[in-house]
């Protein structure tokens, strides 16, 4: 007999995509689903076409609140009102494959974790990129699962390609305000599982839009995702301190990859990065070996261009996206 899994979309604005994100879940070969949509005060037709499927399928759940505390309070929102067993979450820009949440279930099932996750696929101007395609299952228990996911290679900081135990959430909920939450909730979820599980096949179609969470447009979601980071940075030090060289890798990679989007986005306000700016010279020069050993060619000449000096990192910076 399979269980309810309560699947959470919060919608803003999406009423040129929602359908097919919508379509796509109650789609599923997995049939036990309730289905909570949460209209984060759309402007456009959004809400419309939420209380549409109301109508039309008795396993959907409609909110409408005011806009305000974004994506993670849209999320809280629908936490309250799961009923399910198992909780999923859907980006409402995104869409998953029909066999998604069947394959998710098995795979808690059939190896007695507490939260189970598929690879998934990178859609852009028509292109699609599948992050790992090889089929291959790995069991882990929380230290290593920790551990792969600082290294945020084959396991990332989000979300939606994941499958959770509802107590998972018994005492966990998103940080309202927060642009970019998950770095630090995902860390907080892998940390109170006993063991997880990871099929890298693609299930789940993550589309890239104009405007990325930390890519462009708003300072407030980079120094919110440097603050995650910090945050889980000093927790990780307190509660696996056996991960001490992976920690100081995934501080140093975050911080480079904020650098890099404030200078690309021509953002003079760097003063979020220069306050971490003694913290990331600490970690390289503990863990430097580590550190050099995992990072990408280029990573390594940013890294080095913002040690040398930040101000004069920037030009070296903007001289190799010239090049790109």
């Not at 399979?2 to 994100?21: G, M, T, W």
């Not at 036990?32 to 209209?39: A, K, Q, S, T």
């Not at 852009?124 to 996911?149: N, Y």
């Not at 970019?180 to 995902?186: A, F, L």
Request: hydrophobic content about 35%; aromatic content about 12%.
């Amino acid at each position: 007999m399979s269980a309810l899994i309560s699947v959470i979309v919060p919608v803003y604005n999406f009423e040129d995509c929602i359908r097919r994100c919508v379509d796509s879940i109650l789609g599923q070969t997995y049939r036990d689903i309730e289905l909570i949509l949460v209209d984060d005060g759309s402007k456009d037709r959004s809400g419309a076409i939420c209380d549409e499927y109301k109508t039309l399928d008795d396993r959907v759940k409609v909110v409408h609140k005011e806009n305000g505390g974004g994506t993670s309070e849209a999320r809280n929102y629908g936490l309250e009102l799961a009923e399910g067993a198992y909780i999923g979450f859907v980006d409402g820009d995104d869409f998953i494959d029909p066999d998604f949440y069947q394959v998710l279930y098995d795979l808690i099932v059939e190896y007695q974790t507490d939260l189970s996750m598929v690879s998934y696929r990178q859609l852009q101007q028509d292109q699609s990129v599948p992050k790992a395609d090889s089929g291959r299952i790995s069991v882990m228990e929380r230290k290593q699962a920790v551990a792969e996911l600082l290294l945020d290679d084959g396991i990332q900081n989000y979300v939606w390609n994941k499958l959770y135990k509802r107590e998972l959430f018994d005492h966990i909920h998103f940080s309202v305000g927060v642009v970019y939450d998950d770095i630090y909730i995902m860390y907080e979820l892998f940390r109170e599982s006993r063991d997880i599980v990871y099929m890298r096949t693609p299930k789940y179609n993550y589309c890239i839009r104009e405007t990325g969470v930390i890519k462009t447009g708003s300072h407030k979601k980079r120094e919110d995702a440097l603050l995650a980071v910090s945050r889980r940075f000093q927790d990780v030090g307190t509660q696996f301190p056996d991960l001490r060289e992976y920690n100081a890798y995934a501080f140093v990679l975050w911080m480079i990859r904020l650098y890099t989007y404030t200078v690309k986005e021509k953002d003079p306000d760097d003063g979020f990065i220069r306050k971490e700016y003694s913290r990331l010279q600490e970690q390289f020069e503990e863990h430097t070996a580590f550190i050099i050993g995992r990072l990408k060619p280029l990573k390594r000449v940013i890294l080095f261009a913002m040690l040398w000096d930040l101000d004069r990192g920037k030009e070296i910076l903007e001289k190799i996206d010239e090049i790109a």
